[in-house]
């Protein structure tokens, strides 16, 4: 039987994480929340931990997995070559502080032996709260230790009070943590390797420690790194409305668009399209998807450009968080 033809937006379930400092801020714009603390819905990902699956359509049913695997080109775009989807999307409510952690790059998690694939991410708030990113100038290996040992880490851990349309760019390697309060989406590579640093001293819902993973942390951490929010102006955009330009690395290129009516996609890779405000309807050739405030669709590379365009009566137009792959024909973003 021949699969049909990925030529219209995807919607997939969201996966949610119950976690000690989560919170139920989702339930604002969710009504399916698991009970207990929620600190994170996959919104797309392909990984073992939270997979996506296509929620309806031609296509319903099936992983993110299957549909990258049977696909390839057609639903990532040129310059895939294989292997799982390369970025992965996640909406994050932060009740409590995260603990302070580290990720590695490409080479260190090979090195280490914890996967094929480092963790670059990124952060756009969408509430006001305080993130810990990157150290303060002066700090170094020694330094940093010594604070650990005395539990005063965070006094070496650069602290910013950010707000609704903030945006953090964390190059892996780059030690971190979500204060409370912060709700933010992030964009990342595929990957969900977390090296533990401290935890504030507290427990895990099950009432144990979390486990801390200090010497893959100090061997991790580039010290010098810095991660400033940083908040780009607007300017018109020729498809019509506003663009921010946020992040362009060798992974993944992110925006913000702010319109009644807007455009994108048609360069041969598919884009990730996050409605944060507004409600509307996101359209390509061969098909169209409604969206609302919290919901994600993803445009396959073969269905071509998008239009986005605001439901008559929404006076505020629609805000679009798009996510771009970055393809390099050796097996997905690099």
């Known amino acids: 039987m021949t699969s049909p033809r990925l030529d219209a937006p995807l919607r997939f379930r969201p996966v949610y994480q119950g976690v000690v400092w989560g919170g139920r801020r989702m339930e604002r714009h969710r009504s399916d929340l698991p009970p207990g603390?929620?600190?994170?819905?996959?919104?797309?990902?392909?990984?073992?931990?939270?997979?996506?699956?296509?929620?309806?359509?031609?296509?319903?049913?099936?992983?993110?997995?299957?549909?990258?695997?049977?696909?390839?080109?057609?639903?990532?775009g040129a310059g895939f070559a294989?292997?799982?989807?390369?970025?992965?999307?996640k909406l994050i409510d932060a009740n409590d502080r995260l603990s302070v952690q580290v990720h590695p790059d490409d080479r260190l998690a090979v090195e280490l032996?914890?996967?094929?694939?480092?963790?670059?991410?990124?952060?756009?708030?969408?509430?006001?709260?305080?993130?810990?990113?990157?150290?303060?100038?002066?700090?170094?290996?020694?330094r940093f230790e010594t604070a650990l040992a005395a539990g005063r880490v965070s006094d070496l851990l650069a602290r910013h009070q950010v707000a609704d349309g903030d945006?953090?760019?964390?190059?892996?390697?780059?030690?971190?943590?979500?204060?409370?309060?912060?709700?933010?989406?992030e964009v990342q590579q595929t990957c969900d390797t977390t090296f533990r640093v401290d935890d504030w001293g507290r427990v895990g819902l099950d009432g144990?420690?979390?486990p801390l993973h200090v010497r893959e942390s100090l061997a991790t951490i580039d010290f010098a790194a810095r991660a400033e929010p940083i908040r780009p102006a607007e300017r018109p955009h020729p498809?019509?409305?506003?663009?921010?330009?946020?992040?362009?690395?060798?992974?993944?290129l992110v925006e913000e668009r702010r319109a009644d009516h807007t455009s994108g996609g048609g360069g041969g890779v598919c884009q990730i399209v996050t409605c944060l405000e507004g409600h509307g309807r996101i359209a390509t050739a061969g098909g169209a998807a409604t969206?609302?405030?919290?919901?994600?669709l993803l445009i396959p590379a073969d269905a071509g450009p998008w239009t986005a365009t605001a439901d008559p009566g929404d006076i505020a137009g629609l805000r679009?968080?798009?996510?771009?792959?970055?393809?390099?024909?050796?097996?997905?973003?690099?």
């Open 208 to 210: 144990k420690p979390r």
């Open 113 to 142: 032996g914890v996967g094929a694939r480092g963790k670059t991410e990124c952060w756009l708030l969408v509430s006001e709260g305080e993130l810990y990113s990157g150290t303060v100038p002066g700090t170094d290996r020694t």
């Open 167 to 185: 945006f953090v760019f964390l190059a892996a390697r780059t030690v971190h943590a979500i204060g409370a309060g912060c709700l933010l989406y």
């Open 37 to 76: 603390p929620v600190g994170e819905s996959w919104d797309l990902a392909d990984h073992p931990r939270g997979m996506s699956v296509v929620a309806d359509g031609p296509h319903a049913g099936k992983t993110l997995r299957a549909l990258t695997a049977e696909h390839g080109t057609a639903l990532v």
């Open 291 to 296: 969206v609302g405030p919290w919901q994600t």
């Open 82 to 89: 294989g292997g799982d989807f390369p970025l992965l999307v």
């Open 320 to 334: 679009l968080l798009v996510a771009t792959p970055v393809l390099d024909g050796a097996g997905g973003a690099h």
């Open 239 to 252: 498809a019509g409305g506003t663009l921010r330009p946020l992040a362009a690395c060798p992974y993944f």
